[in-house]
């Protein structure tokens, strides 16, 4: 059986057909979209046809097709774009047909339209000149590829535009068996000069790197071509521009999940002592979300995704959530915890934005690292004086949303729920123990189900 993985960024109006032409070959055992964190419905839209959907790290094509090998459950990897239709209905018989025959290891694919510009400017003449022995492919930029997972897993996957190329370089290193086959006709998208021109640093660089040639300015010396990163809007609100009455947050860790993620994770990887002095030490939230972060260094995003997956969750959350929304809730998750895990829950659940910290991968492992986002510091916005607090970050969605906080109903069980419950308009203390969250909130749920909610 074939894994098939889709990297998509931004591609609601393509990734269900895409899907749909992915599932008509009986060889597809699972279909995997990795949502480069789009800002528009890609997830949504992806979700209708019932294929495992996660969120990416980091942004980067490279980043979510690496983070796809690792999450894949069979032998044989095959990537699709998401943003073409017209690919023939046998395309996964036609990319892993000759790996298994046992005829390749890998295989890149070639298809008829006029040659791209990166491809004849860039790309081959390069290859020519430093590989002639892989000079030969039709289309080596193409992403449509199939290959043995254990050879993909060999490989450096970059992160940007040259992973295709890289690739395909590396499993000529490897001493990979490579075939190339025919998909026929496909018609794509065509890029603008900015998103060209990035292109070619990127392809440039990898194939250098590959060479033993790459220096870090090679590209801008040659063009005079230098870039800034684009901005984008705040993943977590792409939600905001449309018009919502009311908002819906919960917590994650024993509210949605029955049980804490990190604590589930510390008892699978053996560090619940370290979690537990951690936390029975007086100090400030900075230092302690820094330590328990380097607790995970080393440990796979696959492993991290897993043991959120083994954790149940609340049986009603799904249709309670799907309800709300129907009633003009945006609804969404706000956890102390990373944002790895919430994107994934919320890809699960349907919710429409998550946000928590956000833990640090390299190749796809934790590096021990965190990143805590502005929106949960004080500032002068803020209501309370906590230096770190889920009520920044719910005013923050506030405004995001043009929804005033009266309007914003929000869920949790723990001592840092105790301020988001208290100032919410409605607060909701959910399966706790913790008195003073109970004094904060307006309501009390005592079993783990929140159907009450809906009568609040």
Known sequence: MVSVIIPALNEEATIRKVIQIVKRSAAVGEIIVVDDKSTDATVKEARKEQVKIFTSSKKGKGISMREGIMLASHDIVAFVDADITTYPDDVIDRLTLPIMEEKADFVKSYFERQAGRVTELVAKPLLSFLFPSISHFK??????????????????????????????????????????????????????????????????????????????????????IHFGEDEQLEFAAKESNKKYRRMAIFDMDKTILKASFIYTLADKFSFTDELKAIAKMAINPFIRIKQIAQLLKGIPIYEILKTADEIEIVEDTAQVIKELQFRGYVCGIISESYDAVTNHIANKLGLDFSLANELEFHRGVATGEVKIPSFFLYNKHSICKHDYCKTNAVLELSKRFNIEIKNIMAV?????????????????????????LETAADHRIAEPAFTGLLAF
Not at 182 to 201: D, P, V
Not at 418 to 436: E, L
């Open 139 to 224: 289309q080596p930029l193409s992403g449509m590829i199939a290959g043995k997972k254990e050879y993909f897993q060999r490989i450096l996957i970059e992160d940007d535009y040259g992973v295709d190329i890289g690739i395909l370089i590396d499993m000529h290193k490897e001493g990979a068996r490579i075939a190339e086959v025919s998909l026929g006709y496909i018609e794509n998208r065509m890029q603008s000069i900015t998103q060209l021109a990035k292109m070619s640093k990127e392809v440039t660089k990898a194939i250098l790197k590959r060479s033993g040639q790459f220096l870090e300015d090679t590209f801008e010396t040659i063009t005079g």
């Open 412 to 436: 949790g069980n723990g001592k840092n729920d105790i301020c988001m419950i208290k100032n919410a308009g409605v607060g909701v203390s959910f399966c706790t123990d913790n008195k003073q």
